[in-house]
């Protein structure tokens, strides 16, 4: 008999008048009711009368109750108490006993708890059922545990597992208990117990790996800890845990089968694509390196890329593989492959692409001898990757080569050409062949003219053949070039529409305030050209001038200081063409200044022909202001008049035709930048001179002696414009619609 001290004086509360069966009778009533707080109350009335008046059977049943009820409202140190004093009265009473040991625990005093659940287990071991027993052997373990008695601990969970082989709770407790101890068998021993007592697969199959742990770290044996990672396995395949331990000591061992296995079977396990990618490649990285399989290896990243296309790191071995082998039937399949599976990918990256179908391409040419897949595959090729010169240079080599795909080769040179820093000899060389190769000898003149305009020294061969074609006589335009073919074939990038056309509504209320009178150039009536005179000169201003589409021809003026054709700005309008050109019998000459400055007479270009870029401006702020009063464009253009001419000119229809236009215009814009348009204006009318004179050489020289530019350019530049031109697509289709090609 364990004996344990208790305080009367908390419980001691005086007699009670009523008898202890009215009261018993009273408070199991209003326990069975739920009413706890009213049986605490009457117990403690109970327990105020002196213990001495009632026997011990009366007083096991107050105190025990009274403690219960404590417990009910979480009063835990007077239930202890209550139970202590329940306790000194009867310690055979196993639910008294039971309860004191659980409270007495709870309060940290595990030596008194532990003497009272021996007692239990003392007294009632024989008529316990064997799970009882064993869960009493499971408190005195614990209890023997938290006093850090780990031998008399592991003892008692061995009892309770004697009593219950099964019991979780004494198997882990047997496990902590050996673990301190430092026994390895016998912490071996237990985990098995444990493992063995589980129900739960999963359960099972991670204290599997629990153990193999063991089996490496203690025991320094990763054979047998390979072998209980399988059995984890086996209790549960989606242990990937187990998985990747299994290849992590089986590549210790040196047992590559095994590791390559593991990783194709958390391919297997893993969820995500890119996962199963991952582990598929690791796989094949094994089977290739370390058991030279090299088939299971290709298989396997094969997959990986079908399970994630951004894994170069597989395609470059299938490849290596591949070309090993020189299979390339099989390479060609595996380009072909992540292309498409890249290709529909939404984040698809255009880099990947090109470099995918530039190595096609180069299969294709090297190795399948498939000339026409290596030109298309180079063209996928260059539509990802368009600033790739080499790869540019590539095609074009070969479609050089085949006569079906010339066109392709033309293509690409006129790219090449548009990229900075080739210069003209780099590629217009190449073009001409290409065009002689397809008999287009008039195209293959205008690229070695060209060539030659451009500076290029050309060999004996090529220098004759533009020599052939050149011609001192010039070719006369057949038919008009009407407005389509205007905008279609000769017009420089850069002319807006709008602003042509707002400087044709311009041209009408500006003329006269932009004008001067016939005097100020010192001309008088005798100084008008008859145009119905039968001179070189005027033939040639005629035909240029209906092959414009003009009805009724400007009026000329001859001025003899006068350097070439210009635009007099007068009033009335007309040009003044300069005596040595008008006696002059260089027709070529004459072609390319009558065509030009026809051109710029034309309305929409007609300012820009006279004025300054800032007047230009100036007259565009005013018309804007014109159609958005609230803008306040003043400070650009001083000169009120021309402003006041505007306001007047602009009313009524023609003021709602400006307004179309401006807005049309302004549209998606806060601001409009003329210089691109002045420079294609004179780019264009430099296009129709060179139009009309057939020879750049010629088109140089005029340009060199014009008194006035449109632009700021230098003649380099407005050349290097027009031998662009001269090469063009838009140029070298016009030709034979005018009947000036050379064969």
Not at 200 to 207: F, L, P, Q, V
Not at 463 to 478: A, H, Q, T, W
Not at 733 to 741: A, D, V
Request: contains cysteine; aromatic residues 8%.
């Amino acid at each position: 008999m364990v004996e344990v001290q208790h305080e009367q004086s908390g419980l001691e509360f005086g007699p009670s008048p009523v008898p202890l069966a009215q009261h018993r009778a009273d408070v199991e009533a209003l326990i069975s009711q739920g009413s706890v707080e009213k049986a605490r109350l009457r117990l403690e009335e109970v327990a105020r009368q002196a213990d001495a008046t009632r026997d011990a059977v009366e007083n096991l049943w107050l105190y025990s109750w009274l403690g219960q009820v404590y417990v009910a409202v979480n009063d835990g140190d007077r239930a202890c108490d209550a139970f202590a004093r329940a306790y000194a009265i009867d310690p055979r009473e196993q639910e008294v006993a039971s309860t004191y040991s659980e409270l007495l625990e709870a309060r940290g005093q595990h030596r008194e708890a532990l003497q009272v659940a021996q007692v239990v287990l003392l007294n009632h071991k024989q008529g316990l059922e064997a799970g009882e027993v064993a869960a009493l052997y499971d408190r005195i373990g614990a209890l023997r545990e938290a006093l850090g008695d780990h031998k008399e601990a592991r003892a008692a969970f061995e009892m309770a597992l004697v009593e219950s082989p099964e019991d979780k709770q004494a198997l882990t407790g047997l496990l902590r208990a050996v673990g301190e101890l430092g026994d390895p068998a016998d912490v071996v021993e237990a985990r098995l117990k444990l493992i063995q007592g589980l129900d739960d697969d999963r359960a099972r199959s991670m204290a599997l790996v629990a153990l193999g742990d063991d089996w490496v770290k203690t025991f320094n044996d990763p054979e047998r800890a390979l072998d209980t990672f399988e059995e984890a396995v086996a209790q549960w395949p989606q242990n990937r845990h187990a998985v990747e331990r299994i290849a992590e000591v089986a590549r210790e061992l040196g047992d590559f089968r095994r590791v390559c296995r593991a990783y194709f079977t958390l391919s297997v396990i893993a969820e995500s694509f890119p996962e199963k990618a991952e582990y598929l490649i690791r796989s094949s990285d094994v089977a290739r390196t370390e058991l030279w399989e090299s088939e299971k290896a290709l298989a396997g990243y094969r997959k990986a890329l079908e399970y994630d296309s951004t894994r170069l790191d597989a395609f470059k071995s299938v490849t290596s593989i591949l070309v090993d082998a020189l299979d390339w039937e099989e390479l060609e399949a595996a380009y072909v492959q992540v292309i498409a599976a890249n290709t529909e990918r939404q984040d698809v990256d255009p880099n990947l692409l090109g470099v995918l179908w530039q190595k096609l391409g180069d299969l294709y040419r090297d190795h399948l001898d498939r000339a026409g897949d290596a030109i298309f595959a180079f063209n996928q090729a260059l539509a990802y990757l368009p600033d790739h010169a080499g790869l540019r240079g590539q095609l074009v080599a070969l479609t050089e080569e085949h006569p079906e795909h010339y066109e392709t080769a033309v293509a690409h040179l006129r790219a090449m050409g548009q990229t900075p820093g080739v210069q003209p000899g780099q590629w217009l060389d190449r073009l001409g062949k290409v065009f002689l190769r397809q008999k287009e000898v008039d195209k293959a003149y205008c690229v070695y003219r060209a060539l030659r305009a451009s500076g290029v020294r050309l060999d004996a061969k090529a220098l004759g053949f533009v020599e052939r074609f050149d011609s001192k006589i010039l070719k006369p335009i057949r038919g008009q070039i009407n407005p389509a073919m205007m905008r279609r074939y000769v017009f420089a990038p850069g002319l807006e529409s709008e602003l042509n056309e707002c400087f044709r509504l311009l041209k009408g209320p500006l003329q006269e305030w932009t004008g001067e009178a016939r005097s100020t150039y010192g001309l008088k009536r005798r100084d008008r050209v008859k145009i119905s005179d039968n001179v070189a000169f005027n033939n040639f201003y005629k035909n240029v001038g209906a092959a414009l589409g003009y009805v009724e021809l400007p009026d000329l003026w001859r001025k003899d200081d006068q350097i070439g054709l210009v635009n007099g700005a007068m009033i009335p309008e007309g040009l003044i063409v300069g005596g040595d050109l008008l006696a002059s019998a260089r027709e070529k000459h004459i072609a390319f200044v009558v065509a030009k400055q026809l051109f710029l007479f034309l309305d929409p270009f007609y300012l820009a022909a006279i004025r300054p870029q800032s007047d230009l401006e100036a007259f565009l702020y005013r018309a804007v202001a014109l159609v958005r009063p609230e803008v306040d464009y003043a400070a650009s253009f001083q000169n009120e008049d021309a402003f006041k001419v505007m306001k007047r000119a602009f009313r009524g229809e023609e003021m709602g035709k400006l307004k179309r236009v401006i807005e049309e215009m302004l549209q998606g814009r806060d601001e409009i930048a003329l210089g691109p348009w002045v420079e294609a204006i004179e780019d264009t009318a430099n296009r129709i001179g060179l139009i009309f004179c057939d020879d750049l050489s010629v088109a140089e020289a005029c340009l060199r002696e014009e008194p006035r530019c449109i632009s700021q350019r230098s003649l380099e530049s407005r050349m290097r414009s027009l031998i662009d031109y001269s090469v063009s697509e838009q140029y070298l289709s016009l030709r034979p619609q005018l009947g000036i090609q050379v064969a």
